[in-house]
């Protein structure tokens, strides 16, 4: 029984803040409009005037969770207004499961919002078949939650919304537009080429390209994986290092 405490001290908090992350959502419903409205109608009006709505898809997916992973993070600033924060880092749970819980939370609610956007694939012409929807909801979720670990990661030193929002709209929006979401890397030049190369949004569009088996996709699924998957730890491991810090708040 002492040996299971140390797993229970853990992941009691974890799952305790993702749950709280859920029921604050369902609490605000209307956030799903606005998180899947706007990449809709920017998607639509893109692709049918270009006339290649599978050419933008994964790039309007990706920016759907984006929007999300970043929107929920939102509340680390409002935790720490309200005092919650300061609650969660002064009681004996690790705060590396604080940190797990809120990240887990906010990329399941971003996750959850990319697979309604996977409801307008046909637009696109892209057909999912029972057997292509596993790989296809992985890769969102783990798109959803290297972008939460994004969040995290600059919500935590924010002191305002207006101050995140501010980040969001200087870094996110631009990174995002850089990332093969409009224009693909082959046809970019010069320092723009090389910003893509350097992008890590650039290689989410990629994986979700190689999933969904889009025309656009180029080979390289496994690398696009794994570049992902370690973006995403290493901003794990970056949120847990802001959060151990002795001044954190």
């Known amino acids: 029984m002492r040996r299971g405490r140390p797993l229970s001290n853990f992941f009691l908090p974890v799952i305790t803040l993702w749950q709280r992350e859920l ?3 369902w609490r605000q419903k209307s956030r799903v409009l606005g998180v899947v409205a706007s990449p809709l109608v920017f998607w639509l009006l893109i692709g049918y005037g270009s006339n290649d709505l599978a050419r933008f898809y994964s790039g309007a997916l990706v920016l759907t969770v984006m929007f999300s992973a970043i929107f929920s ?9 309200e005092g919650f924060l300061l609650s969660m880092l ?3 749970a690790p705060r590396t499961s604080m940190v797990l819980g809120k990240i887990l939370g906010s990329a399941t609610l971003a996750w959850i919002q990319g697979l309604i956007f996977l409801a307008f694939a046909p637009l696109a012409g892209v057909s999912i078949g029972a057997l292509a929807l596993l790989p296809v909801a992985a890769a969102i979720f783990l798109i959803s939650f290297t972008l939460t670990g994004l969040g995290f990661v600059i919500a935590w030193s924010m002191g305002s919304t207006s101050g995140f929002h501010a980040i969001m709209n200087l870094l996110l929006v631009p990174m995002w537009m850089v990332s093969g979401s409009l224009f693909p890397m082959a046809t970019a030049h010069g320092w723009v080429k090389a910003i893509m190369w350097v992008n ?4 989410s569009i990629a994986l979700l390209n190689h999933v ?8 390289g699924g496994v690398a696009s994986l794994a570049v992902t998957a370690a973006f995403g730890f290493v901003l794990l491991m970056a949120s847990g290092a802001m959060a151990a810090r002795k001044n954190a708040v």
Do not use: Q
């Open 200 to 203: 890590p949004l650039t290689y």
């Open 90 to 92: 002064v009681s004996p």
């Open 73 to 81: 993070t939102i509340s680390i600033i409002e935790d720490r207004r």
């Open 212 to 219: 969904l088996r889009l025309p656009n996709a180029a080979p």
């Open 23 to 25: 029921v604050r959502f």
